[in-house]
C-alpha cells in the first residue's frame, strides 16, 4: 500500500510540476486571474456599497448566495455532530461528588446525591484540583474576548474581520470557560436548547434579510431596496444589509463551533468532557 | 512581499506538515498541526491576504486544535505510523 | 546561471505548493491510522487554499481595504495597487467550512473507536472480516 501510495503520489506532483511551467510568474500584476473580475470590483465597491474593505463588500453583497450556502453548510455540519454523536437515554453512571469543606470525595455508584445540597460540589471522573489562578484569568478574560468579537463583526465594513471570524472568536470564549472550568458551567451559561436554536437563527437572519429584499420589490440579497424601511439612501441601505448578514453569519458559526465542541469533547453525552 | 521571507517561512511550513504526519503520538500531532496552521497565516498575511490570515488564525490555529485534542481525549494517544 | 534565478523566484512557490499537496494526498493514501488520514486531508486543503490565495497576489500591491477619501471620485482607484480580493473571498469561506467537515470527521473517528477500540485501519478490517 505504501509504495504504490508513493507512486500514485509521485505521478500526480509530477505532473502538476510539468503543469507549472505554463503558469504566469507568481505575483504578476498582469495575470489572467487578476485581469477580468476584481479589478471592477476594486473600483466601483466602494462607490456602490460605502464599505471601504472588498473583502467584506464581495463576500455579502456581490456574491451573497455563495455565502448564504456556506452558512447553510456549516449549519449542516453542526447538526451532522448532533446527530452522529448525542445520546439522550443512557443508564445511570457512577458519579463523583466532593464535599467542599473537608475536600473529601463520594463515589455514588449509579445513581446521584438525592438532594441537590451546596456542600458537595459534582465533579469529573478525571478531576484534578483546579489551579486558582487559570480559572481566575480565564474568567476574567472571557467578557473581553467577547467583546472583541463584537468590535471585530460590527468593524468588518473597515478593517479584517465579518461574520466569520468574529463568530468563531465568540465561540471559543465559551470554550474557554468550558476547558478551564468544567463543561457544566459553559452548558449553564449557554444551554444545549439555546444553542441549538441559535444555530438556525443565523441562517433564518440571512435568508430572512433576502426576503425583505424580495418583499420590497428587489432580487434576492439586492439590498438597495432596503432605503425605504431604513431610512437612508441607497448606498447605506447596502452597507446596513451588509451588516445585517454578517451578524447573521456570526451568530450561526458561534452556535455551531460550541455545540461541536460540546459533543466532541464528552462523547455526545454534554455532561463531563475535556 | 518579501521572497525571502517567503521561502523561509513555507520551508518551515513543509517541515511542520512531514513532522505532524510522521510523529508516532496523536496529541504531539494536534499541536503540531497548530503550529502548522500558525505559519500558515503569518504565510497568508505575507501575501497580503490579512482577512484570510485573520479567518486562518481563529480557526485553523484556535477552535480547530481544540477540536482536535477534544477528539484525542475521547478516544486514544496510540497510533503505529 | 543568472538567467536561472528569475525563473526560480518566478515558480518556486508553486512547487513547493505542490510538495505540501503531495505531502498530504500521500498521508491520506498510506497512513494506517483515521485521524492522521484526517491530517493528511486537511494538509491537502490548505495547500490548495493557498495555491489559490497565492493567484491573487501582486508585487508591490497592498491589502484590498480603499483608503477613506480614495473612493471620492477624483482620484480614480489604479486595481494594479491592490491585490485581488476574490480569491480572498473565495478562500476565507472555504477555511470555515473546512473546520467544520474536520469536526464532523473527528465525529465519525469516535463512533468508529466507540465500535471497534481502536484508531488503526487494518485492525478495523481485520475485526470485519467474517472469520
Not at chain 1, 463584537?150 to 466569520?164: D, E, K, M, N
Not at chain 2, 517541515?15 to 498541526?33: E, Q
Not at chain 3, 482620484?75 to 467550512?97: E, G, Q, R
Request: hydrophobic content about 50%; overall charge neutral; aromatic content about 10%.
Amino acid at each position: 500500500m505504501k509504495a504504490a501510495g508513493l507512486i500514485i503520489v509521485l505521478l500526480t506532483g509530477g505532473l502538476l510540476l510539468y503543469a507549472t511551467q505554463d503558469f504566469p510568474p507568481w505575483g504578476a500584476p498582469d495575470s489572467p486571474a487578476s485581469t477580468h473580475v476584481s479589478p471592477r470590483y476594486l473600483q466601483k465597491a466602494t462607490e456602490e456599497t460605502a464599505v471601504p474593505n472588498i473583502v467584506t463588500a464581495v463576500l455579502a453583497d456581490y456574491r451573497g448566495f455563495d455565502t448564504m450556502f456556506e452558512t447553510t453548510v456549516i449549519f449542516c455540519a453542526g447538526i451532522g455532530c448532533f446527530v452522529l454523536l448525542r445520546i439522550f437515554r443512557q443508564k445511570p453512571e457512577d458519579r463523583y461528588y466532593r464535599h467542599i469543606a473537608t475536600e473529601i470525595t463520594l463515589h455514588i455508584k449509579g445513581g446521584r446525591l438525592p438532594n441537590k445540597s451546596r456542600e458537595f460540589e459534582r465533579i469529573d471522573t478525571l478531576w484534578t484540583p483546579y489551579d486558582l489562578v487559570i480559572k481566575t484569568v480565564c474568567r476574567i478574560l472571557a467578557p473581553f474576548i467577547q467583546l472583541f468579537a463584537l468590535y471585530v463583526i460590527a468593524h468588518g465594513h473597515h478593517s479584517p474581520g465579518g461574520g466569520f471570524q468574529g463568530g468563531v472568536i465568540l465561540g471559543a470564549s465559551i470554550i474557554l470557560i468550558a476547558i478551564s472550568h468544567n463543561m457544566r458551567t459553559a452548558i449553564a451559561r449557554i444551554s444545549e436548547k439555546v444553542d441549538n436554536l441559535l444555530m438556525a437563527v443565523g441562517v433564518f437572519i440571512y435568508a430572512g434579510i433576502g426576503a425583505v429584499c424580495v418583499m420590497l420589490g428587489a432580487a434576492f440579497l439586492d439590498y438597495g431596496n432596503l432605503s425605504v424601511i431604513l431610512f437612508a439612501d441607497e448606498i447605506m441601505a447596502r452597507s446596513h444589509g451588509i451588516l445585517g448578514v454578517e451578524i447573521g453569519v456570526g451568530i450561526t458559526v458561534m452556535a455551531v463551533m460550541i455545540s461541536i465542541y460540546n459533543n466532541l469533547a464528552s462523547a455526545g453525552k454534554q455532561d463531563e468532557g475535556l | 512581499m518579501i521572497w525571502q521571507l517567503d521561502l523561509a517561512i513555507l520551508t518551515l511550513v513543509i517541515f511542520t506538515a512531514i513532522a505532524a504526519i510522521s510523529v508516532k503520538d496523536l496529541l504531539g500531532c494536534a499541536i503540531l498541526f497548530g503550529a502548522y496552521s500558525f505559519l500558515m497565516c503569518l504565510l497568508w498575511a505575507i501575501m497580503a491576504a490579512v482577512d484570510v490570515a485573520f479567518t486562518e488564525a481563529s480557526v485553523g490555529a484556535g477552535v480547530s486544535t481544540v477540536f482536535f485534542v477534544a477528539a484525542v481525549f475521547r478516544t486514544t494517544r496510540r497510533t503505529r505510523d | 546561471m543568472s538567467d536561472l534565478i528569475p525563473i526560480l523566484v518566478a515558480k518556486y512557490n508553486y512547487w513547493l505548493y505542490i510538495v505540501l499537496m503531495m505531502i498530504g494526498l500521500y498521508a491520506m493514501i498510506a497512513k494506517n491510522n483515521l485521524v492522521k488520514k484526517l491530517v493528511g486531508m486537511n494538509i491537502f486543503q490548505t495547500s490548495i487554499i493557498l495555491f489559490y490565495v497565492s493567484i491573487g497576489c501582486k508585487k508591490g500591491a497592498t491589502i484590498p481595504i480603499i483608503q477613506h477619501g480614495m473612493a471620492a471620485g477624483h482620484h480614480a482607484i489604479d486595481p494594479s495597487h491592490y491585490v485581488n480580493p476574490l480569491p480572498h473571498v473565495l478562500m476565507l469561506t472555504a477555511i470555515v467550512v473546512s473546520v467544520s467537515t474536520f469536526g464532523v470527521a473527528l465525529a465519525l473517528a469516535i463512533k468508529t473507536y466507540h465500535q471497534y477500540k481502536t484508531l488503526e485501519e487494518d485492525e478495523i478490517l481485520a475485526r470485519l472480516r467474517p472469520r
